[in-house]
């Protein structure tokens, strides 16, 4: 049995998923958690240069961002792995909700814990040593990511391909507003009144996650099972995702855009995880609060970039308007490595990623919805979605890590141009023709 589609009272609880899932990325993966490492495990001139960040974890060192980099990087190959599998049993099961709610839970309370991270200097000059405290970071990006993979599969379940582009643009705003609003009251609570100290911010970043998720679940419904069979439910989860793979490799429209989708999403993706770290490192003078302003701009132009990419996709359609936007992606990585060394320079980087950031990310997922058949296994067919993010999130931030440890965080940007060109060549050799059909 099909989902209604274009139930106002569905798409309503979908898109306020976003709300409750957004604080995941600012608060623990952009803002609040990245300072707060990058505070606890360096030392700075008084310039502000970083001179010393140097860590140590089960007995080997690291600079700082290098190792965050890599448990980041083991999250999401985890994820990578088994998605795939959940997501062809949840799809037989009709446990697509339900495999959405697990991995929401555990993203919020593995957040909850990040209260407790600490990093200590026993002796001055020696790594900062980081013991299992940074755990909880590693099962809270598993739980983030893993929950997307069933809950973007419920958009062409929910919506006609017509509105693809405005329910996924309105998800990515009410994303980019409600995380927004929580961070600004994380500020207020922390930095100007001081009534809690900035570790609260992990377990509010849990609260909110949890209360408005009920909301959307209790409007989400529920899928139907097409396999009977619980014993071959495992078996039929494994059947599923090898038959989505042989349906892909027929379809050169949808092959082709998983291998565009693949590089340029991967630069993204780092850019957003290591964008505070290459601040805090690289730009002379940069103060705490100028970088959550910053965050901040980049959050609310998003809200405009989500839909004005989705007015260009209407009007020169998909493809033409993801060109459009790595283009802009190549640009400003190059700026940045060539002209980025002083707060004002950043903050122009900064409102130039906020509109572009929600537009790629939205479109990217809308187009996908679109160039997919119609089938019961539509979570298996995320899985793939999610399979080619997370591998390149994987290769991207690896990538990233290594060049700074042989090299330096300045450098690793030139690898993120090389991520967009990529992209862009893969999806300008789409069938035009195709493209043109399947992105209006």
Same mark, same amino acid.
């Given at each position: 049995?099909?989902?209604?589609?274009?139930?106002?009272?569905?798409?309503?609880?979908?898109?306020?998923?976003?709300? *409750?899932?957004?604080?995941?990325?600012?608060?623990?993966?952009?803002?609040?958690?990245?300072?707060?490492?990058?505070?606890?495990?360096?030392?700075?001139?008084?310039?502000?240069?970083?001179?010393?960040?140097?860590?140590?974890?089960?007995?080997?060192?690291?600079?700082?961002?290098?190792?965050?980099?890599?448990?980041?990087?083991? /999250?999401?190959?985890?994820?990578?792995?088994?998605?795939?599998?959940?997501?062809? @049993?949840?799809?037989?099961?009709?446990?697509?909700?339900?495999?959405?709610?697990?991995?929401?839970?555990?993203? *919020?309370?593995?957040?909850?814990?990040?209260?407790?991270?600490?990093?200590?200097?026993?002796?001055?000059?020696?790594?900062?040593?980081?013991?299992?405290?940074?755990?909880?970071?590693?099962?809270?990006?598993?739980?983030?990511?893993?929950?997307?993979?069933?809950?973007? *599969?419920?958009?062409?379940? @929910?919506?006609?391909?017509?509105?693809?582009?405005?329910?996924?643009?309105?998800?990515?705003?009410?994303?980019?507003?409600?995380?927004?609003?929580?961070?600004?009251?994380?500020?207020?609570?922390?930095?100007?009144?001081?009534?809690?100290?900035?570790?609260?911010?992990?377990? #509010?970043? /849990?609260?909110?996650?949890?209360?408005? +998720?009920?909301?959307?679940?209790?409007?989400?419904?529920?899928?139907?099972?097409?396999?009977?069979?619980?014993?071959?439910?495992?078996?039929?989860?494994?059947?599923?995702?090898?038959?989505?793979?042989?349906?892909?490799?027929?379809?050169?429209?949808?092959?082709?855009?998983?291998?565009?989708?693949?590089?340029?999403?991967?630069?993204?993706?780092?850019?957003?995880?290591?964008?505070?770290?290459? +601040?805090?490192?690289?730009? @002379?003078?940069?103060?705490?609060?100028?970088?959550?302003?910053?965050?901040?701009?980049?959050?609310?132009?998003?809200?405009?970039?989500?839909?004005?990419?989705?007015?260009?996709?209407?009007?020169?359609?998909?493809?033409?308007?993801?060109?459009?936007?790595?283009?802009?992606?190549?640009?400003?990585?190059?700026?940045?490595?060539?002209?980025?060394?002083?707060?004002?320079?950043?903050?122009?980087?900064?409102?130039?990623?906020?509109?572009?950031?929600?537009?790629?990310?939205?479109?990217?997922?809308?187009?996908? /919805?679109?160039?997919?058949?119609?089938?019961?296994?539509?979570?298996?067919?995320?899985?793939?979605?999610?399979?080619?993010?997370?591998?390149?999130?994987?290769?991207?931030?690896?990538?990233?890590?290594?060049?700074?440890?042989?090299?330096?965080?300045?450098?690793?940007?030139?690898?993120?141009?090389?991520?967009?060109?990529?992209?862009?060549?893969? #999806?300008?050799?789409?069938?035009?023709?195709?493209?043109?059909?399947?992105?209006?």
């Amino acid at each position: 049995m099909m989902l209604e589609k274009g139930n106002k009272r569905t798409i309503t609880g979908w898109v306020f998923y976003d709300w *409750a899932n957004s604080v995941y990325p600012l608060i623990i993966s952009s803002a609040i958690f990245p300072i707060l490492y990058e505070t606890q495990t360096s030392i700075k001139n008084e310039a502000g240069r970083t001179i010393y960040d140097t860590i140590s974890f089960l007995g080997r060192e690291f600079h700082n961002t290098e190792f965050y980099a890599y448990v980041i990087c083991l /999250s999401y190959i985890v994820v990578a792995l088994i998605s795939p599998l959940l997501s062809g @049993i949840a799809d037989a099961g009709g446990k697509r909700k339900l495999f959405m709610q697990f991995f929401c839970y555990l993203g *919020a309370f593995s957040s909850a814990l990040l209260y407790f991270f600490h990093a200590d200097q026993q002796v001055a000059g020696t790594p900062f040593v980081i013991g299992w405290s940074i755990v909880p970071l590693f099962f809270g990006s598993i739980g983030f990511w893993g929950s997307l993979v069933y809950y973007n *599969a419920y958009l062409p379940d @929910i919506a006609e391909p017509k509105d693809h582009d405005k329910v996924s643009a309105r998800g990515f705003s009410m994303g980019y507003l409600g995380s927004s609003t929580l961070l600004i009251i994380v500020l207020i609570l922390t930095v100007f009144t001081k009534v809690i100290s900035i570790q609260w911010a992990f377990p #509010l970043v /849990s609260l909110w996650w949890i209360s408005f +998720a009920t909301f959307s679940f209790s409007r989400l419904p529920k899928t139907t099972a097409f396999q009977t069979d619980k014993k071959n439910l495992i078996s039929s989860g494994y059947k599923e995702v090898f038959g989505v793979w042989k349906q892909i490799r027929q379809n050169k429209t949808l092959k082709g855009y998983l291998g565009s989708f693949f590089m340029f999403n991967m630069a993204v993706q780092t850019i957003m995880v290591m964008a505070v770290a290459f +601040a805090n490192k690289e730009v @002379i003078g940069i103060k705490q609060t100028d970088l959550i302003l910053c965050i901040l701009i980049i959050q609310f132009i998003g809200i405009l970039g989500a839909y004005l990419m989705s007015k260009v996709s209407k009007l020169t359609g998909n493809f033409k308007a993801l060109g459009i936007a790595i283009v802009i992606w190549i640009l400003l990585c190059l700026y940045v490595y060539q002209f980025v060394w002083y707060p004002w320079q950043f903050y122009i980087a900064a409102a130039i990623v906020g509109l572009v950031m929600g537009g790629i990310q939205s479109l990217a997922r809308s187009t996908y /919805s679109k160039l997919l058949p119609e089938t019961k296994d539509l979570t298996s067919y995320f899985s793939f979605y999610d399979l080619a993010e997370k591998i390149g999130l994987a290769i991207g931030t690896l990538t990233f890590g290594l060049i700074e440890g042989f090299l330096d965080i300045r450098t690793s940007i030139l690898a993120l141009v090389v991520f967009f060109v990529l992209g862009l060549l893969l #999806l300008i050799r789409i069938p035009q023709q195709q493209a043109h059909e399947t992105s209006n």
